[in-house]
């Protein structure tokens, strides 16, 4: 659709940035925090470990003022569970509740509206080893995790996320998971989801008792997933696979029930969980408030083969498989370009997602990741030439602008990430924000912050509130 005039940003769109505790605090294990299941992440490879990350934990102050020169409006961070409960459950760490605590005061001060994620794929380690999310006993670790945050700082924090990408867990685990030796079956898995479904609806039930003016969702990684062609079989994989991978997580949190499609693939394929009395009146009670959304690149499928090969590694990377025996294939598709690290890049397909959740759900959304993972380098002047990034965003951003005219109820964009962080799986070379950190992969250097051109560039987009997108 072509339009006379685009709508405006709203005055108080949350212009904003992510980062996620793990990936960005280090200090592992200062101050109390105990272990989390990344901790057990090992240098491999010539890839870092989560140890140091960017060092925020101690340098959170100076990183809220650049997100103050930068002019952001909104901070999308989470807390890590085992730095305020060192084992999940039970005895709490004051000295952890306190990093937060000066973390959230620094940036209201600074009029930065804190976004926070409860849990960031970084479960406390003993919870894992009691069974994790398989174990019922999980949810109640994290309910009890939740008040706590709740009591501490509901006072301040009005937006949460329940859950930062479930659907990438369950679908991808060997992805966030460093312990690929015995990843659970998918059986199992799906019992995982059910109970995190649980866990997430009590917590969102919680979120709106105990805090005044509280908005809680979640933040799934969702994309509109393309046919690879006209063929009328195509089109069946792709709607099959975009209600495996999107609806089957938001159908939970808006409408409170499985989606229908997805609950007969789960009995088709002998993989519906165990569902225990009361669960679904609990999550069908559940009000979701906004849409988080991950956005990263749309994904284009054929129809399943069912020979033995329907499931192949995405573009060489073994960490995520696509694909699944007798349901869909992943396919090619020549219209777009890859980054170095073989993402897909789509802008315009994120103004389709955006169109998709938007009439399916008809919920504010909140862009709460998308981002570019490219190597930058610092120049001998001391700079950062991002100009990809910058290129990246401007269509990005444009097509938020579109999907805005276009009737999405779209309130906030936190791009991913604020600074430099570790990637899940491929390292600190692999980088995304907007402050370059300088260390290198295995030589931590001085961990000087140092602003990119596209720091330079965004800050002039939320000046003028996306006026020139
Ligand atoms: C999302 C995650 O999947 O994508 C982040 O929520 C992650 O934690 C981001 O870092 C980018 O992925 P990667 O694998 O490049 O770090």
């Known amino acids: ?77 989470s807390i890590s569970w085992s730095r305020v409960i060192p084992e999940g459950t039970g005895a709490v760490n004051e000295a952890g509740l306190k990093f937060y605590d000066n973390l959230i005061n620094e940036l209201l001060v600074n009029n930065i ?44 924090v009005k937006y949460w996320l329940t ?4 659907n990438v867990m369950i679908n991808h685990p060997n992805a966030v998971y460093p312990i690929d030796s015995d990843l659970p079956s998918k059986k199992e898995l799906y019992q995982q989801n059910h109970n995190m479904f649980v866990a997430a609806a009590k917590v969102t039930n919680l979120c709106h008792s105990m805090i005044k003016d509280g908005k809680i969702g979640p933040a799934p ?13 195509d089109i069946v994989a792709a709607d099959n696979w975009e209600n495996i991978r999107c609806w089957l997580y938001l159908d939970m949190a808006v409408y409170g029930r499985y989606n229908p499609f997805v609950w007969n693939y789960l009995e088709e394929k002998g993989y519906e969980p165990t569902i225990y009395s009361g669960d679904m009146e609990i999550i069908k009670s559940a009000q979701t408030d906004f849409l988080g959304v991950n956005y990263y690149a749309t994904a284009t ?41 073989n993402w897909i890049i789509d802008s315009v397909g994120m103004r389709t997602t955006l169109r998709r959740v938007s009439s399916r759900y008809d919920l504010p959304i909140i862009i709460t990741e998308n981002g570019l993972g490219s190597e930058d380098k610092l120049t001998i002047d001391g700079k950062v ?34 600074e430099d962080l570790v990637s899940t799986h491929q390292g600190y070379k692999k980088r995304y924000g907007f402050v370059y950190i300088n260390r290198l992969e295995n030589d931590l250097k001085e961990l000087e912050r140092i602003k990119k051109d596209s720091f330079y560039w965004y800050q002039s987009v939320i000046h003028n509130n996306g006026a020139n997108i």
């Open 163 to 166: 859950i930062n990408e479930q």
């Open 301 to 341: 499928v054929s129809a399943a083969k069912n020979d033995g090969n329907d499931c192949q590694p995405r573009h060489g990377d073994q960490q995520v498989m696509l694909g699944e025996e007798g349901v869909y294939r992943s396919a090619e598709n020549p219209n777009l370009e890859l980054t170095k690290f």
């Open 221 to 233: 990684n969702i994309t509109a997933i393309y046919p690879a062609s006209s063929k009328p079989e």
């Open 1 to 77: 659709m072509y339009y006379k005039k685009l709508k405006e940003f709203p005055k108080d769109f949350l212009w904003g940035a992510s980062t996620s505790a793990y990936q960005v605090e280090g200090a592992y294990q200062t101050d109390g925090k105990g272990l989390s299941v990344q901790d057990l992440h090992k240098s491999v490879n010539g890839i870092t470990d989560f140890k140091v990350a960017s060092d925020h934990y101690h340098r959170y102050k100076e990183d809220v003022s650049l997100m103050a020169k930068l002019g952001m409006k909104a901070y999308r961070f």
């Open 385 to 418: 030439h991002d100009d990809y990034r910058i290129e990246y965003f401007e269509k990005h951003f444009h097509q938020a602008r579109l999907a805005l005219t276009d009737g999405v109820n779209l309130i906030g964009y936190c791009p991913w990430s604020f």
């Open 113 to 156: 509206e804190p976004i926070v994620t409860i849990y960031h794929f970084d479960l406390p380690l003993k919870l894992h080893e009691n069974g994790g999310w398989s174990n019922r006993q999980t949810i109640d670790a994290y309910v009890d995790y939740a008040k706590l945050l709740f009591e501490r700082f509901g006072d301040r």
